[in-house]
């Protein structure tokens, strides 16, 4: 297969994750970039993953999971195409999400808000976010909450939703909710008594 034909395919992949609006601008950022990008299977901890060259020797790589909704892929890319551009431009000099990191992650933010076709409250949100960026969409409520109006049909809900005093399931342990602590609830384990502190947007079984 020749570079061009690598290209396509790339493109065609890159596709089926993102709203279709965004393709070519994403597309054009990553091959601009010369960035190993690979979409990932789920993982808990992160959405994606930014790793710089080791020793210079490699390429940086960007890793993004693969169950994303393409409102939520977009962003996250974005947001790890932003630890990129500073590693690029600072190498590793300084903060992971300091100043130099946010201008960069605004900059790319900016084509999203002026696309008419981009979801209205969601333009609301990513405004809000570039007035005071976050560390990542999900340490801002908000942006979190809208993004995960684009998900599929799923049997769990959010925290949130649940009435405090109320009992839920996650990770196959059954909790008590508690009082809201920021944006976390503290929630008392039924089995252990344990007080956990638990995301207000924690996907959850109602009991």
């Known amino acids: 297969m020749n ?6 395919e790339f493109q065609k992949n890159l596709a089926k994750y993102l709203p279709k609006e965004f393709v070519n601008y994403t597309w054009t950022l990553l091959k601009e970039s010369a960035v190993k990008f690979r979409i990932v299977a789920p993982r808990k901890t992160k959405l994606g993953d930014f790793r710089a060259p080791i020793a ?7 890793t993004i999971n693969g169950n994303l909704n393409p409102y939520a892929f977009l962003i996250t890319t974005l947001h790890e195409v932003a630890h990129l551009n500073t590693y690029n431009r600072y190498k590793r000099s300084v903060k992971p999400h300091g100043q130099e990191w946010k201008y960069e992650f605004q900059q790319l933010l900016k084509p999203l808000i002026s ?4 979801p209205t ?8 976010s570039i007035k005071k960026t976050k560390a990542s969409s999900c340490s801002d409520i908000d ?13 769990t809900i959010p925290l949130e939703s649940i009435p405090i ?16 602590r920021r944006t976390r609830y503290l929630c ?4 252990s008594g344990r007080a956990y502190l638990i995301h207000s947007l924690a996907e959850v079984n109602s009991l």
Not at 56 to 62: L, N
């Open 121 to 128: 409250n969601l333009k609301r949100c990513l405004i809000n």
């Open 3 to 8: 570079l061009e034909q690598k290209d396509i």
């Open 115 to 118: 696309e008419e076709a981009f």
């Open 188 to 191: 008392t384990e039924l089995h």
């Open 165 to 180: 005093g109320e009992d839920f399931k996650l990770n196959n342990k059954s909790f008590k909710k508690g009082k809201l």
């Open 143 to 155: 942006l979190s909450r809208e993004l995960r109006k684009f998900d599929p049909s799923k049997t």
């Open 56 to 62: 210079e020797k490699t390429k940086p790589q960007i």
